[in-house]
């Protein structure tokens, strides 16, 4: 990664979109309980009402960071699709015959159960290449290879 904000694919820009919407309906919620305690009693309402607190501050700062990431993706563009690249969708054929398509992104914390961060070894091994290209990376289990079948994202392109 160069530093320079990031293209991300459209699964992941859909689930971290869900997440911020998840997470502004729950920051409400938290907010209204703890506005509507300003009664605060015993050591059980004041230790509930620091508890509501922090979620609070969690919630913002998770917010930010999914706004932040959303903008830097606006201003990086779409991903590329002639060359692999964070952000990019890419289908590639392992050497069994099984095909599969895989989002590359920063964060492992992505809800797409597809993506490859690009600092994992298959991640790194396919950044820079283009369909038909043999890529060849180090598994936990020895060496392994794919082949780039495609780049982009086919739900867009149906």
């Given at each position: 990664?160069?530093?320079?904000?990031?293209?991300?694919g459209?699964?992941a820009?859909?689930?971290?979109?869900?997440?911020?919407a998840?997470?502004?309906?729950?920051?409400?919620?938290?907010?209204?309980?703890?506005q509507?305690?300003?009664?605060?009693?015993?050591?059980?309402?004041?230790?509930?009402?620091?508890?509501?607190?922090n979620?609070?501050?969690?919630?913002?700062?998770?917010?930010?960071?999914?706004?932040?990431r959303?903008?830097?993706?606006?201003?990086?563009?779409?991903?590329?699709?002639?060359?692999?690249?964070?952000?990019?969708?890419?289908?590639?054929?392992?050497?069994?015959g099984?095909?599969?398509?895989l989002?590359?992104?920063?964060?492992?914390?992505?809800?797409?159960?597809?993506?490859?961060?690009?600092?994992?070894?298959?991640?790194?091994?396919?950044?820079?290449?283009?369909?038909?290209?043999?890529?060849?990376?180090?598994?936990?289990?020895g060496?392994?290879?794919?082949?780039?079948?495609?780049?982009?994202?086919?739900?867009?392109?149906?």
């Amino acid at each position: 990664m160069t530093g320079d904000p990031e293209p991300i694919g459209s699964a992941a820009r859909r689930a971290l979109e869900q997440e911020l919407a998840d997470l502004r309906d729950e920051r409400r919620l938290v907010a209204g309980i703890l506005q509507d305690r300003t009664d605060v009693g015993d050591q059980a309402d004041q230790a509930e009402q620091l508890q509501r607190a922090n979620q609070l501050d969690r919630l913002d700062r998770r917010i930010e960071t999914i706004t932040e990431r959303l903008r830097q993706a606006d201003v990086a563009g779409p991903a590329p699709t002639d060359v692999v690249g964070v952000g990019s969708t890419v289908t590639v054929r392992f050497p069994d015959g099984s095909v599969e398509t895989l989002q590359i992104g920063e964060l492992a914390e992505a809800l797409d159960q597809n993506l490859v961060t690009s600092d994992s070894p298959l991640g790194r091994a396919l950044l820079g290449h283009r369909p038909g290209d043999s890529v060849h990376f180090d598994t936990p289990d020895g060496p392994s290879s794919v082949v780039v079948v495609s780049i982009g994202d086919q739900s867009a392109q149906e």
